[in-house]
Structures are given as structure tokens and as C-alpha cells.
């Protein structure tokens, strides 16, 4: 495998939990109100440093979707998923964004959420519980 080049981002950053890779920025989050199997996960506009993984056909609440696999280029964990296509034209608008799982991020300050151990209250994450 080659080197990847991994982009620094700047600002109020989420960062792979695990090697601390760069993932997205606080102002490309369209939504915070997304779940997945292991709680809450964010939309983003843009993620950076992740590998796109086989599309494939899933069945969500919201409909059927193409969605891919992410993974973090750091450590190739899964960090989420990205919407290739949506079937149902009221989730349009997620086509080409991702979304990143909460529970495998850190936060801009730093905070981590974690599943199954006490959660992380307060700080100046704005999360909307
Ligand atoms: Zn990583």
C-alpha cells in the first residue's frame, strides 16, 4: 500500500478516536440528529483522510439508500458511511455527505463519547441530547 497523504484540517476539528487522524470540521456538520447501531452519529458535508469503501445497497428508517463504508486512512477503522445515492427524493439532499459515528470521533474539545461507560457531561459541546 502507498502512502496516503493525510490533510491537516483547521479549526474546531473531529478527529479519529483511535490514531487522532483529522476527520471533519464543527462547520461542515449538517445535522447531529442522525443514529446509528451505536448511538448517535453526525452528518457532515465534507469529511477528509477517510477511504471509500464497496457501495451496496441499505435499507434505513428513512428509506433505501447507496450508501459506502468509510474508513479512517490512519488506522482503516470504520468512522461511518457515505450516502451515494437516496432513493426518496426528501433525502436528496444527503447525497455526496457523510456521516461520521459519534462514538468513533473525538470532539473539538477533545471529548470522547463513549458507549456502554459513563458519558461525558457538560464541557462546551453543545450536543442535542
Ligand atoms: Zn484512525
Known amino acids: 500500500m502507498g502512502r496516503l497523504f493525510v490533510v491537516t484540517l483547521e479549526g474546531k476539528i473531529y478527529s479519529c478516536k483511535h490514531c487522532k487522524t483529522h476527520l ?3 462547520e461542515d456538520i449538517v445535522s447531529k440528529s442522525f443514529r446509528c ?3 448517535k452519529a453526525y452528518l457532515f458535508n465534507n ?3 477517510v ?3 464497496e ?6 428508517m428513512t428509506g433505501l439508500h447507496i450508501v459506502a463504508d468509510i474508513f479512517c486512512v490512519g488506522c482503516g477503522s470504520i468512522v461511518g458511511w457515505k450516502y451515494e445515492i437516496a432513493h426518496e427524493t426528501d433525502q436528496k439532499y444527503k447525497e455526496g455527505k457523510s ?4 462514538f468513533k470521533i473525538s470532539g473539538p474539545d477533545g471529548s470522547n463519547y ?3 461507560h459513563e458519558t461525558y457531561v457538560g ?3 453543545a450536543d442535542d441530547v
Do not use: C
Not at 55 to 60: D, G, N
Not at 99 to 102: K, T
Open 47 to 49: 469529511v477528509a483522510n
Open 99 to 102: 456521516v461520521l459515528e459519534r
Open 114 to 116: 463513549w458507549i456502554g
Open 37 to 39: 447501531r451505536h448511538g
Open 51 to 53: 477511504t471509500v469503501g
Open 123 to 125: 464541557g462546551s459541546d
Open 24 to 26: 471533519a470540521l464543527y
Open 55 to 60: 457501495k451496496e445497497e441499505r435499507a434505513m
